[in-house]
């Protein structure tokens, strides 16, 4: 809260555009609950993508008259030999950023498509990761920045049907990960559960037709509406759950 507050003062005092780093989930949260307190300045959030859970605030004077590209690169890094490549995930490619003694909030989502990686970082690291990465779990890779325009994002998303009794979070994330409602409620009471960025206690908390709701250790999904009532009285839901 404190580091919002002076990036905050920073824009007003000054008139300049200033940044965080990336913040996750929960910060993102306290930041939408101390919104109202910061000075008078416009925030805004932004993960370089559309479909990006990490985002960076941007803190500007209410009247700037000037634009600042977004401190945010985009690494492309992918096998140099396809054919004798590991299978390489999210994980892989994290752990092996990370390895190179970069701290985690500076690197916001990372997009794995057919056994390439789209890294997005604060600009201010991303020479560094450039210089530095060579391999991947045991798989020599070659990196390089790309521009925003050449990369296409398309999340793979698993659809769901199912049936529950009422619209409320426990019930849709029961649903989504195929789980017990009553195995939901460590996530709410531990301040995992986020919907579109908020955080969430509240079991009975309604969700809306293409709201997203997040779940620190378990995954994310869009809850895309109720289908129809069933005869019996029970809703016929539908979700994507992102792979």
Known sequence: MNHLNDLANTAYERNIYTYSDFLNLYELSILNQIKET?????????G?????????????????????????AILSVKPIHSKFADRLTHRDFLGAI????????????????????FVYCKEDISNYILNNLFQVKHTRVSIQNV????VEI??????????????RLDSLIAA?????????????????????GKLTT?????????????????GRFIFAGVIKETKKGRNLIKIYLYQ
């Open 38 to 46: 910061l000075p008078p300045v416009t925030v805004k959030t932004t």
């Open 48 to 72: 370089g993508n559309t479909y990006a859970e990490r985002k960076i605030a941007v803190f500007s004077p209410k009247e700037i008259y000037y634009e600042e590209n977004l401190p945010i």
């Open 98 to 117: 990370l390895n190179l003694g970069i701290n985690r909030n500076k690197l916001g989502d990372i997009f794995v498509k057919d056994n390439e990686a």
């Open 147 to 150: 521009a925003e325009e050449s």
């Open 154 to 167: 398309i999340p793979d998303l698993k659809e769901i049907i199912g049936t529950i009794s009422n619209v």
């Open 176 to 196: 989504a990960f195929q789980s017990t409602r009553s195995s939901i409620i460590s996530y709410l009471d531990e301040r995992k559960v986020f919907i579109n």
């Open 202 to 218: 509240s079991n009975g908390a309604g969700v809306k037709e293409g709201d997203i709701v997040s779940v620190r250790g378990k």
